[in-house]
């Protein structure tokens, strides 16, 4: 459904306090997050760890989608990352476009006959409309949001789907800067924001929030600490990071297993308007 917004400034202060907390969120030092891209090879050096721990993680976006797809609709992935939603959703569609601007995400992404794969950002990717458009976390560091959503609704023509979380990152970075530097999370779009951002852009969603549990699994702790450093942001001590992540972590077989907990998400949806 939409809805009629009174009143520019309303919406110019939600888009600018979104652009205040990712521009925050970068001054801080950190390396990379979902979305932001500000050096090239973030994701490519994440990818591997990155599409192991997704793969085993059930969010439930699937089931909440799962009432507007069949066999005969298409679909784009706008982030798709390692292909952990695009690649089950191609077995249900006829066609699924996974846009993804990571070339080490990309390589992840198990092959599928109805499925295209766009080496692109989503702000420069030029793709057909879609029935149902999905974005999932991936606004986190996208400075203007405003653009991107909109390019969504306008790629869609049944169904946008928007999941974000609402907490903090579920990830060991975030329990070492607390024991490190008993500070708090670096901050981050929240799926309370985007809410609000999108009904002064005259979008009134339906919304839908998922709980789920966190597991980050990592081949050795070479590669939890290489993937911890590259969250963590500035204050980064190897040594110390290294001994909490060993008092963090269990082992199972020869991975290093890091319970981050349960995660809160919302998933935000809507017809576009016509």
């Known amino acids: 459904m939409q ?8 919406a110019a202060d939600w888009a600018e306090r979104w652009r205040e907390i990712v521009t925050r969120r970068a001054a801080a030092g950190e390396g990379g997050h979902p ?6 090879d973030y994701w490519d050096r994440r990818a591997p760890s990155y599409a192991r721990i997704t793969r085993q993680r059930h969010d439930e976006f699937l089931r909440v989608v799962r009432p507007y797809i069949s066999p005969r609709k298409t679909l784009i992935d706008a982030g798709a990352g390692a292909g952990r939603h695009a690649v089950p959703l191609a077995e249900l569609m006829e066609w699924v476009t996974a846009v993804e601007p990571s070339e080490g995400m990309r390589a992840q992404i198990p092959h599928r006959d109805n499925m295209t794969v766009v080496a692109s950002t989503w702000q420069d990717a030029e793709v057909a409309p879609a029935d149902i458009v999905i974005c999932c976390h991936v606004l986190y560091g996208i400075e203007a949001p405003i653009p991107f959503i909109a390019k969504l609704q306008a790629s869609a023509r049944e169904r946008v789907f928007i999941m974000l979380r609402q907490g903090p990152v579920p990830h ?42 966190v597991v980050n699994r990592y081949a050795d702790m070479d590669e939890a600490l290489a993937d911890s450093q590259m969250l963590f942001g500035a204050g980064w001590d190897e040594a110390r990071a290294r001994n909490l992540l060993d008092e963090m972590s269990t082992r199972d077989g020869d991975q290093i297993v890091i319970d981050s907990g349960i995660a809160l998400s919302g998933i935000a949806h809507w017809k576009p308007a016509t």
Do not use: N
């Open 35 to 40: 979305g932001e891209h500000r050096r090239s």
């Open 172 to 213: 060991p970075a975030t329990e070492l800067r607390r024991r490190m530097l008993g500070t708090p999370d670096l901050p981050v779009p929240q799926f309370s924001d985007l809410f609000m951002l999108l009904i002064q852009m005259g979008i009134a969603p339906e919304v839908t929030f998922v709980r789920y549990p």
């Open 3 to 10: 809805v009629g917004i009174t009143g520019a400034k309303a």
